[in-house]
């Protein structure tokens, strides 16, 4: 917003207006018909559906069915990056120098590029 890019806040409201469906906590549970059913996302209160193929993934890898919107489950992965920014940090192993995506108040062991290959290898 400060560079002059617009903003727009979306609205949760959607044109789905049934009940909510309850998730099985197991997959064995669930039925094809969910592939039917309009499903709410529990953070952010948006409607989502799973599609066949989704469904089938989902019973071989053995997983449940994600009570979060595709949306909400990326925002969260993209959490659990680094930040793009670099610190100066000294290796663990030998003290030198180093940059790393890793602050030096994170509790992360931290090789310089000899080290590690070092340890690896």
């Known amino acids: 917003m400060k560079l002059g890019?617009?903003?727009?806040?979306?609205?949760?409201?959607?044109?789905?207006?049934?009940e909510d469906y309850k998730i099985p906590?197991?997959?064995?549970?669930?039925?094809?018909d969910i592939c039917n059913k309009v499903l709410k996302c529990r953070t952010t209160g948006r409607h989502y559906k799973i599609i066949p193929q989704?469904?089938?993934?989902?019973?071989?890898?053995?997983?449940?069915?994600p009570l979060n919107c595709p949306d909400e489950r990326h925002y969260q992965r993209?959490?659990?990056?680094?930040?793009?920014?670099?610190?100066?940090?000294?290796?663990?192993?030998c003290g030198k120098k180093i940059q790393s995506s890793y602050s030096s108040d994170r509790a992360k062991i931290v090789y310089c590029?000899?080290?590690y290959l070092q340890d690896v290898y």
Request: net charge positive; aromatic share 12%.
């Open 113 to 115: 590029e000899k080290c």
């Open 5 to 18: 890019a617009k903003w727009k806040i979306e609205k949760i409201e959607g044109s789905y207006h049934g």
């Open 78 to 93: 993209l959490s659990l990056h680094n930040p793009f920014k670099l610190w100066v940090r000294k290796c663990d192993k």
């Open 25 to 32: 906590e197991d997959i064995r549970e669930v039925g094809d």
């Open 54 to 65: 989704e469904l089938k993934f989902y019973r071989k890898m053995k997983l449940p069915i």
